[in-house]
């Protein structure tokens, strides 16, 4: 062996030191590091028959790892010529790894030798699996077929498009240089899409030969030429330094082909190079068949941006006025004039709006809420809905502007009820305590919202007695069913997680059921019995919370704080505690500021450090502490901070948007204090609520120290989810109780330091 072969011969001498794992690891950095040498000398140390059947056996495993041509050409001998089953069945393993067409030819041909049945039944599963993982080994026999299966011939073309890797482009390189006009012209299209840049000097050419053939009048392979400049306009926009190098052949092109569908894909990459933003200018004004393309191109760049603007007064269109929302000089073009804009005007720009262009426009659409004309609410409402914008609340609920929806009630409701449907109860409320012109048809709108919204079996909480009763008696005043319905319909689904809200929900049956007495409708009627079975249920949940609130209350109200009882009462009453957080937060804010009582609030730090979450409520005091002279408090301080949750976040992340959307809303109101995230990259989440398939994508995670809420389609499948939190699953139809009342749980569990 040659002499910087060396190292592996050591390492073989030495292979009694260290076990299978670890000689793999050794084998696997000496060839990541030996050069084209050592490679060789593993190659050949695969059929040298006088090295161990141990050292040996790991080598064939690296080599499956670890890569090489010439390591599949010794495999292959090994599966030849060896007799030794353990020495086949690794072998057969490893090539199979190269996943390729040359592990499926080395695997069949052992397939022809081999008569073991448990190996041949190893070399047809892993044939199998080659050609279902690798889709030019699978598509490839369809894409022969050509224009002889055309049908199937277009299928394929799509899909390898789609999946087809780079490096097995390649394979594709010799069609162009054929005979066969479909396969030369699919095997372009595939390579256009997923080629790389090395393929440019052999697309270039077979593009420029076929321009010319259709310059010449060679019309027979219009279609498949049309199709071509399509892929040719992609692979330019994939890299674009490549657009300045044919920029002159392509306007040259332009200029001697008529098609219009071809002309259409050659502005695409002459848009793709900066200078020719003035040419495709040129043919925006004087081509009108080609104005649409045009515009689209134009809109990508602030230059193409300035001459849209230039002769917006001549093509004052709605795709005109898409195209300048899309660039930043289009949108400031905009706002400076809105004030001066038609209404009509602001209509179509408020319609047009899409997300590179809404953060701009979001006051302007704001006023367009309480405007006066109808048509411009109407679309300022669509347009909020269509965002989702929340940052909208403010307007919309304001009491003294909702008096601006009168003629768009049923819009306005809708619109509520979808991005603020606990706010719902609040709205009922105030409709039905105005002292003016009540309109009924306004609140039968938002009972229906409210009882759709009921279905999720959503979690109140308000304290407003009186406010509440005034509506229960409106309700029943009215005595119409097609109100009283929804309203005991809600009154069987929502829920509390508040000793008083539920005080307050049982007051208001009572007064609803004695004011309508015998006059209630059968209709409601039907509905009654649902409703005091979960106002039953509802009792017997939280009746075992009165007295721990009250014990906290107690704990709270003594002029001295006793950290001991607070941790006793967090310990044995988890979710009193979660419902209680923000009394709680006060009183040991105002524990912690207390200077005079060092003992006090080190007790109080040792409680917080129970929950690094907790503990983020009181940063800025324990900050403040951690520059303490007094060492213990400095110290303890500074320790908590160490462990402290940066954010109180909660990420929410599921394939039903309605479902998505309903949680939120309940976090919102339940749990404010709390910003909601969608993905891993904007923190580390105190908890999660996901569907079971977006767990399984996020890898991270798995065994992360936040608690996890799955919404599991099957629960049987959610053993890989672990976690310092519980892994529950919640199957359809969703209840919004039962999700959050474990989740605040979850969210301030009791923990020993």
Not at 434 to 450: D, H, M, N, P, V
Not at 465 to 486: C, H, N, Q, Y
Not at 550 to 571: C, G, M, N, V
Not at 712 to 737: C, I, N, W
Request: hydrophobic fraction near 40%; charged fraction near 30%.
């Amino acid at each position: 062996m040659a002499e910087s072969g060396k190292p592996l011969e050591a390492l073989f001498a030495r292979s009694q030191d260290f076990n299978d794992l670890d000689f793999r690891l050794l084998l696997e950095q000496l060839l990541k590091r030996g050069g084209k040498e050592i490679e060789d000398g593993v190659a050949l140390s695969l059929v040298n028959g006088s090295l161990s059947l141990r050292i040996r056996m790991n080598l064939i495993r690296v080599t499956g790892y670890v890569q090489r041509s010439l390591f599949l050409v010794n495999l292959k001998r090994v599966l030849e010529n060896e007799n030794n089953p353990s020495l086949v069945k690794e072998s057969i393993l490893a090539v199979s790894k190269y996943n390729d067409r040359r592990a499926l030819n080395i695997l069949s041909s052992a397939l022809s030798r081999i008569k073991d049945p448990s190996l041949e039944g190893i070399i047809r599963t892993e044939m199998a699996r080659i050609k279902d993982n690798n889709p030019l080994l699978a598509l490839m026999p369809r894409f022969l077929e050509g224009k002889a299966k055309m049908k199937n011939f277009r299928t394929t073309v799509e899909i390898l498009k789609k999946v087809l890797s780079p490096a097995d482009c390649r394979t594709f390189l010799p069609f162009l240089k054929g005979q066969e006009p479909t396969l030369a012209y699919g095997a372009f299209e595939v390579l256009c899409y997923r080629g790389d840049e090395g393929h440019f000097p052999s697309l270039r050419a077979f593009y420029q030969e076929k321009a010319g053939l259709f310059i010449e009048g060679h019309r027979e392979e219009t279609e498949l030429f049309y199709v071509a400049s399509g892929a040719w306009e992609n692979y330019v926009e994939r890299f674009h330094k490549i657009a300045s190098e044919i920029l002159s052949e392509t306007i040259d092109l332009f200029q001697r082909i008529e098609e219009t569908r071809i002309r259409e894909h050659l502005l695409g990459i002459i848009a793709a190079e900066e200078k020719g933003v003035l040419f495709l200018g040129q043919v925006y004004k004087e081509r009108e068949e080609l104005r649409a393309v045009c515009r689209e191109k134009l809109s990508s760049s602030e230059e193409g941006a300035e001459i849209l603007l230039a002769s917006y007064g001549e093509d004052p269109k709605p795709e005109t006025t898409a195209a300048l929302l899309k660039s930043e000089k289009g949108r400031n073009h905009f706002l400076a004039l809105w004030n001066e804009l038609p209404l009509e005007e602001k209509e179509r720009l408020l319609a047009l709006l899409r997300e590179e262009s809404y953060e701009d426009f979001r006051e302007r659409v704001y006023e367009a809420l309480v405007a006066p004309n109808v048509n411009l609410q109407k679309q300022a409402l669509q347009t909020v809905l269509s965002f989702r914008d929340l940052g909208a609340e403010a307007t919309l609920l304001d009491p003294a502007k909702r008096g601006c929806f009168g003629t768009l009630e049923r819009e306005y409701i809708n619109l509520v009820s979808e991005l603020f449907p606990s706010r719902l109860i609040n709205l009922a409320v105030e409709e039905a305590g105005q002292s003016g012109e009540f309109s009924a048809s306004r609140f039968r709108l938002i009972w229906e919202k409210i009882a759709l919204f009921g279905q999720w079996e959503p979690l109140l909480r308000w304290e407003n007695r009186d406010s509440f009763l005034t509506l229960t008696e409106k309700v029943a005043k009215l005595g119409a069913p097609d109100i009283g319905v929804p309203f005991i319909q809600a009154y069987s689904r929502l829920k509390t997680i508040s000793p008083a809200t539920f005080a307050i929900l049982q007051k208001g049956w009572t007064t609803f059921l004695s004011l309508r007495k015998e006059e209630i409708s059968d209709e409601e009627r039907a509905e009654v019995p649902k409703a005091e079975e979960n106002l039953e249920a509802l009792g017997r949940l939280l009746n075992p919370l009165e007295e721990p609130v009250k014990s906290a209350l107690y704990i709270l109200q003594k002029e001295t704080l006793d950290p001991a009882a607070l941790r006793s009462f967090w310990e044995t009453n988890p979710l009193a505690f979660a419902l209680l957080r923000e009394r709680i937060c006060e009183r040991v804010k105002n524990a912690l500021l207390s200077t005079d009582a060092p003992e006090q609030t080190l007790a109080v730090l040792g409680v917080l450090g129970l929950s690094p979450l907790f503990s983020s409520y009181f940063a800025k005091e324990i900050e403040e502490l951690s520059r303490s002279e007094k060492y213990l408090v400095k110290s303890e301080a500074e320790r908590l901070l160490s462990r402290m949750s940066k954010e109180r976040l909660i990420l929410v992340e599921t394939e039903d948007p309605k479902l998505k959307w309903t949680v939120e809303a309940q976090i919102r109101e339940l749990l404010p204090d709390f910003k909601i995230i969608s993905n891993l990259n904007q923190g580390e989440p105190a908890q999660v609520l996901a569907d079971h398939e977006n767990l399984r994508r996020e890898s991270a995670l798995q065994g992360g120290p936040w608690g996890v809420t799955a919404f599991l389609k099957d629960p049987t499948e959610h053993g890989e989810l672990q976690g310092e939190g519980s892994v529950r699953a919640f199957l359809p139809p969703y209840s919004m109780a039962k999700i959050f009342y474990p989740l605040f749980k979850d969210l301030f569990p009791w923990r020993r330091s």
